[in-house]
């Protein structure tokens, strides 16, 4: 059974850093290009970061210079960390998980971890 599990949101002020993981489970994490999406309200879910290959990473531009997406093969685990935040970086957070052979679109997505800035 294939687990995405999402920890580290909370409330944080503008300004503020908060450091998202995501810890794997039942795939070989090596194979896969891991991610990190956003869904605020009202809004459709949006790519962050992704890795697009074994070391190439996308950004979406409103993250660039703020967001770090890095992974852990040895922990199965991807982290993204953010810093600057802004009320409009608030939303849910998901991980993703896409086979390096597959489709474009993930796999596999985790249960979302909500982020909120605000004084």
């Known amino acids: 059974q294939v687990q995405l599990v999402e920890s580290g949101g909370g409330l944080v002020q503008p300004g503020g850093s908060l450091r998202l993981s995501c810890a794997a489970s039942g795939i070989i994490f090596n194979l896969y290009d891991m991610g990190w999406y956003r869904q605020a309200p009202g809004k459709q879910r949006e790519l962050v970061a992704v890795?697009?290959?074994?070391?190439?990473?996308a950004y979406d531009d409103s993250v660039k210079g703020r967001f770090t997406i890095s992974r852990d093969n040895s922990k199965n685990t991807v982290y993204l960390q953010m810093n600057s935040l802004t009320p409009e970086d608030t939303a849910v957070y998901y991980c993703?998980?896409?086979?390096?052979?597959?489709?474009?679109?993930?796999?596999?997505w985790g249960q979302g971890t909500q982020v909120t800035v605000s004084s």
């Open positions: 993703s998980a896409r086979h390096r052979l597959g489709p474009k679109e993930p796999n596999y």
């Open positions: 890795f697009t290959s074994r070391t190439s990473i």
